[in-house]
């Protein structure tokens, strides 16, 4: 997997109602009868998944992470739902069902997953012919504004010793390339696009919070505890503009139909 696994996931299930909004969203791209059976890849703290299982009334959500973290939250989150989610504590990149589910869907997670030739292959694998996959993450071009402004912040010192030289490891994948690889792993049909998504978050807090869990998060494992939370300070003074940070996201969503 790539990048540090765990995540700080009481402060991600507080911040993420961006990520629960554009999940929903998403959600209604995919068709559901009701009784399927649902893969949620890189499932979180659950607040999606509690969406996508309320409409498998009939059916059930195996929900994926690879966060220990994220995956205790989850379970606990979603503990009314009983046996209707089931979860599994595994990288996608290694990951085996143990029978074929109807779809699968996955929000903000792919972009955390630089091997997307190997992800897909994972995921047709673990779909019965005619499956869907339906999912976005970032996209070419997410966040690119914010990141200059962070780079700024990672020159100052006492940030700089510890910081110099990172840069953040994601793949933010072209729309173009993203419908190729789908096909090269088996997908009759495949459909992707970029979409721009705008994030605004007051400083003095809000931002300062959702920078360190979310964004920073490969930051925050390079630098000493005490250096934290001045350094998403730093990060979110640099971003803001008129006490607003504007976050310019870019999601990468995609829609495949696996062949027969
Ligand atoms: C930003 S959270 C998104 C969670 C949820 N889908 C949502 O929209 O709120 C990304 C999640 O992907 C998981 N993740 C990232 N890479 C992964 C991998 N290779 N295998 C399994 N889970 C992964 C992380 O542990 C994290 O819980």
Redesign the pocket.
């Known amino acids: 997997?790539?990048?540090g696994?765990?995540?700080d996931?009481g402060s991600?299930h507080a911040v993420?109602g961006p990520?629960?909004d554009?999940?929903r969203v998403v959600l209604e791209r995919l068709p559901l009868r009701g009784d399927e059976v649902v893969l949620?890849?890189?499932?979180?703290?659950?607040?999606?998944?509690r969406l996508l299982a309320e409409r498998l009334r009939a059916g059930r959500v195996v929900a994926?992470?690879?966060?220990v973290?994220?995956?205790e939250q989850a379970s606990r989150e979603l503990a009314d739902l009983g046996d209707r989610v089931a979860f599994i504590h595994?990288?996608?990149?290694?990951?085996a069902v143990t029978e074929p589910v109807d779809a699968v869907f996955?929000?903000?997670?792919?972009h955390?997953?630089l091997d997307h030739e190997a992800?897909f292959a994972r995921l047709a694998a673990a779909l019965r012919p005619a499956g869907r996959l339906v999912f976005q993450c970032g996209g070419a071009g997410n966040l690119a504004g914010a990141m200059a402004d962070i780079a700024r912040a990672a020159r100052e010192e006492p940030f700089a010793e510890h910081l110099g030289g990172f840069v953040e490891a994601w793949n933010f994948a072209d729309p173009d390339v993203t419908a190729q690889r789908l096909r090269a792993a088996g997908f009759a049909e495949a459909a992707a696009w970029l979409e721009p998504a705008p994030v605004r978050l007051e400083l003095g807090g809000q931002a300062e919070e959702f920078l360190r869990t979310?964004v920073l998060r490969l930051h925050m494992e390079r630098l000493p505890e005490d250096l934290r939370q001045p350094f998403a300070d730093a990060s979110a003074r640099c971003a803001a503009r008129d006490g607003v940070v504007t976050l310019d996201y870019v999601r990468l969503n995609a829609d495949a139909v696996l062949g027969l």
């Not at 994926?64 to 966060?67: A, E, M, P, R």
């Not at 996955?106 to 792919?110: G, K, N, V, W």
């Open positions: 997997m790539s990048g696994r765990e995540w996931a991600y993420s990520q629960l554009w999940g949620d890849a890189g499932c979180g703290t659950g607040r999606v998944t994926v992470d690879g966060s973290a994220m995956v595994a990288d996608l990149l290694e990951l996955s929000t903000a997670t792919f955390w997953v992800l979310v």
